[in-house]
């Protein structure tokens, strides 16, 4: 179908219909030229179709459909393949429902623990969300479906989301808050973009037109539409549209719709612009319509299934003093409401209409296992009889399980969480319990992390995180080694709240600005480089077999920044049963002369061995692997010098290191100015040759050699380091006019030639 041919026969009113829903879910196409209207849903872990009253914060019902492990949880697999898979999943049950776009991937960084919408969002990590995300969106689009990926950006609290203004810089942007979906626009091609709510240095999202067109349309070659966060459009209507903010959600804004005629015909905005924005919402309407699979059969009970793999490949074991697997013959004891009627999914737009839930207590049905509540869900305060029982069965039992966590009323969209302890009754049945039962397992079930002041009490911690419709089983299975644990964290684990680098300046000022000053150094690139400790590390996770790293090999030890490096470590399986292990390869520049983090994750691959056996693990990194945001050159740029290639277990577990020295191919030309250090000119030949010889006319002599001129009067270090942080108007007012103006213009004039 020619689309410019449509929109050319489209009325001005039925242009600006367009750029606005026609109800809360569906688009408001020109029907009367055969285009059909289309509905998209919520995502990203399941499907909200809402075939009646429609909310955006999840209240009224949806279709059933499969819940799947929330994003936090599904993060912790670092598992391509899964991602695409569920992406698969996910997009053909959008054909059986009809929908044209699925509201997700959410990859915003978990910039502090206490985001209240972090259980949706990937890792603090830009490249782990990134390489995910890409899996996902090549996943669903592969069924002829959509993506919205989601919150275009830096949108990472709940607090004031609609109206805060997070303040970022350039660089952090670039390097923290971007990369995600950098890497998901330019190489898995979504056909929409979601801009969040939030102000972004002092623009709205939805009128940013830095983010919204000169990055993501000019930059990263984006070529679908952007639709609004469901609220998001500014009272500027036009200048939104003008910005490349598309299509308004939800509809309809009859008002909106009128700035917009409005606008082209008094002639303050071209016609041209809004013929664009038709243009690119009818193109992905007709990617999908003329593809359209109404017959598609949605099998849930597979995706159920499906749902229970992925929580088993995610669940994280943090702690194991030798407690599980725990054995059959073992009497158990169940703990906790958790276990019967399990947290499984998140509040808000991404909450499913789970097709069946499958609780811990239930698929244990056939072991020996004994249960008590411990808890009620809807209050935090302790009940003295449910932990009498508690301690009692527990104590009955050769080992306790307790199933403890966040509820539904402290984590959801919408609000922080405002700690990040558990409530006081699960806080105090752990410690009822542990006080009569040495063997005790944790099954942590929380969108995102929380304090573990019982840690050294308990002897095991298996993290369920959200794990979807099917946590019981999945849950059961890791505890009893039926399938063996083999999830990381995808993010840190702090000892306290106060450790996270966001602490200070989480919640906005009384302007509602947030700045984030702790800048580029979000989540392990904080705690690394502040060698602090934490109670779990990004990227840990036990398993009930051990991995050996070994030949850790680069095939090159020198390179320029435009070539490929590409490592190899060999990883084998030293325990007796089959695990899969998670290799991580961080790349870092101890030497370097800006301020990086001390290492970055630049690379990862999962890997399933038998006992015994090894497997060579291959990376390929290329230039941005080495390279940081450089501000003032307005790209990435790699710093020449010696880099450390560090494969590990953990970011806190590294296994082996290498060293490349990369050369750069960019060539810096650096200002000269009055302003410049005597170090600056210094670094350049002409600039030292002209000080050394300035330095052997001073009474010190030194035979033209500056360092030489100062040792002699036995100055040497100190006083090179003194002037090279010197600027050169300084000197020359310290040189007492004897250096003439004229030699300084034409040093200045030599250097900058
Ligand atoms: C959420 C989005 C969601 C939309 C529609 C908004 O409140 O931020 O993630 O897709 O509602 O439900």
């Given at each position: 179908m020619d689309i410019k041919s449509i929109v050319a026969q489209m009325t001005l009113e039925e242009k600006a219909a367009l750029c606005s829903g026609k109800d809360f879910w569906r688009l408001e196409t020109p029907e009367r030229l055969g285009i059909p209207s289309v509905m998209v849903s919520d995502g990203p872990c399941g499907i909200r179709k809402q075939a009646d009253k429609a909310d955006h914060m999840?209240?009224?019902?949806?279709?059933?459909?499969?819940?799947?492990?929330?994003?936090?949880?599904?993060?912790?697999?670092?598992?391509?393949?899964?991602?695409?898979?569920?992406?698969?999943?996910?997009?053909?049950?959008?054909?059986?429902?009809?929908?044209?776009?699925?509201?997700?991937?959410?990859?915003?960084?978990?910039?502090?623990?206490?985001?209240?919408?972090?259980?949706?969002?990937?890792?603090?990590?830009?490249?782990?969300a990134g390489e995910l995300s890409k899996k996902y969106i090549d996943g669903v689009q592969s069924q002829d479906i959509g993506v919205s990926i989601k919150h275009y950006a830096a949108n990472s609290q709940e607090y004031h989301r609609m109206s805060n203004d997070s303040i970022v810089d350039e660089r952090t942007l670039r390097e923290i808050y971007l990369p995600a979906f950098e890497a998901s626009v330019k190489e898995s091609?979504?056909?929409?973009?979601?801009?969040?709510?939030?102000?972004?240095?002092?623009?709205?999202?939805?009128?940013?037109?830095?983010?919204?067109?000169?990055?993501?349309?000019?930059?990263?070659?984006?070529?679908?539409?952007?639709?609004?966060?469901?609220?998001?459009?500014?009272?500027?209507?036009?200048?939104?549209?003008?910005?490349?903010?598309?299509?308004?959600?939800?509809?309809?804004?009859?008002?909106?719709?009128?700035?917009?005629?409005?606008?082209?015909?008094?002639?303050?905005?071209?016609?041209?612009?809004?013929?664009?924005?038709?243009?690119?919402?009818?193109?992905?309407?007709?990617?999908?319509?003329?593809?359209?699979?109404?017959?598609?059969?949605?099998?849930?009970?597979?995706?159920?299934?499906?749902?229970?793999?992925?929580?088993?490949e995610s669940m994280v074991l943090l702690k194991n003093d030798g407690i599980l697997p725990l054995k059959k013959e073992q009497k158990v004891a169940f703990i906790g409401k958790f276990a019967e009627v399990p947290r499984f999914q998140g509040g808000g737009s991404s909450h499913v209409n789970a097709y069946k839930v499958t609780g811990a207590l239930e698929a244990a049905a056939d072991l020996n296992v004994t249960y008590a509540k411990g808890y009620e869900t809807d209050t935090d305060q302790p009940d003295e009889a449910l932990l009498n029982e508690a301690a009692e069965t527990a104590k009955a039992a050769d080992v306790a399980v307790l199933f403890v966590g966040i509820t539904d009323a402290l984590e959801s969209e919408g609000f922080d969480r405002s700690t990040l302890a558990m409530p006081k009754n699960h806080e105090a049945l752990v410690k009822a319990v542990t006080a009569v039962q040495p063997n005790t397992v944790v099954v942590g079930m929380c969108g995102g992390c929380i304090t573990m002041p019982w840690i050294n009490d308990v002897k095991g911690v298996l993290y369920a995180y959200l794990g979807g419709e099917a946590v019981g089983p999945a849950t059961v299975n890791l505890l009893y080694g039926n399938v063996n644990p083999s999830g990381k964290i995808a993010e840190t684990f702090p000892l306290q709240l106060e450790d996270n680098p966001s602490y200070l300046y989480y919640i906005g000022d009384e302007q509602d600005k947030t700045e984030y000053r702790e800048g580029i150094f979000v989540g392990y690139r904080y705690y690394d480089k502040k060698k602090m400790n934490v109670l779990f590390p990004f990227g840990h996770g036990l398993s009930y077999t051990t991995f050996e790293y070994s030949n850790l090999k680069l095939d090159k030890t020198e390179m320029k920044d435009t070539d490929t490096l590409t490592v190899s470590v060999d990883v084998t399986n030293t325990g007796a049963v089959k695990g899969k292990e998670v290799v991580q390869l961080y790349v870092g520049m101890p030497e370097s002369m800006t301020i990086r983090p001390d290492k970055e994750l630049k690379g990862f691959e999962k890997v399933e061995l038998e006992p015994g056996e090894t497997k060579t693990v291959s990376f390929e990194l290329s230039k941005r692997a080495f390279a940081y945001y450089k501000t003032d050159m307005a790209d990435w740029y790699v710093e020449s010098g010696e880099y450390e290639i560090i494969a590990a277990k953990s970011s806190r577990d590294i296994a082996c290191t290498a060293a490349v020295k990369v050369e750069s191919t960019t060539v810096l030309k650096p200002v000269y100015s009055m302003n410049s250090t005597m170090g600056e000119i210094m670094a350049n030949p002409i600039g030292a040759q002209f000080i050394g010889q300035m330095m052997a006319q001073s009474p010190l002599g030194g035979g033209g050699d500056a360092a030489a001129a100062a040792d002699s009067i036995g100055m040497g270090k100190a006083m090179m380091e003194m002037m090279k942080g010197m600027p050169l108007r300084t000197m020359i007012a310290f040189a007492g006019g004897m250096i003439p103006t004229e030699v300084i213009n034409g040093l200045l004039a030599q250097l900058n030639a």
């Open positions: 999840g209240f009224n019902a949806s279709v059933p459909a499969t819940s799947y492990p929330t994003g936090s949880c599904m993060a912790c697999s670092f598992d391509r393949d899964l991602f695409k898979v569920q992406g698969e999943t996910l997009g053909h049950a959008c054909q059986a429902e009809e929908l044209s776009v699925l509201l997700g991937p959410a990859v915003n960084i978990k910039r502090s623990p206490l985001c209240g919408r972090n259980f949706e969002y990937l890792s603090e990590d830009p490249y782990l091609k979504p056909w929409t973009v979601m801009c969040s709510y939030n102000k972004i240095n002092g623009t709205f999202a939805a009128e940013n037109k830095y983010l919204l067109t000169d990055i993501l349309r000019d930059e990263w070659g984006f070529d679908g539409y952007v639709v609004s966060d469901w609220g998001a459009t500014t009272a500027d209507r036009v200048k939104c549209l003008e910005a490349g903010m598309d299509l308004e959600m939800p509809g309809k804004n009859v008002a909106n719709d009128k700035q917009l005629v409005e606008a082209v015909n008094s002639g303050k905005m071209d016609v041209a612009v809004l013929d664009t924005a038709c243009e690119r919402i009818l193109d992905v309407v007709m990617r999908y319509v003329d593809k359209r699979r109404p017959d598609t059969v949605i099998d849930f009970e597979a995706d159920h299934k499906f749902a229970q793999t992925i929580a088993e």
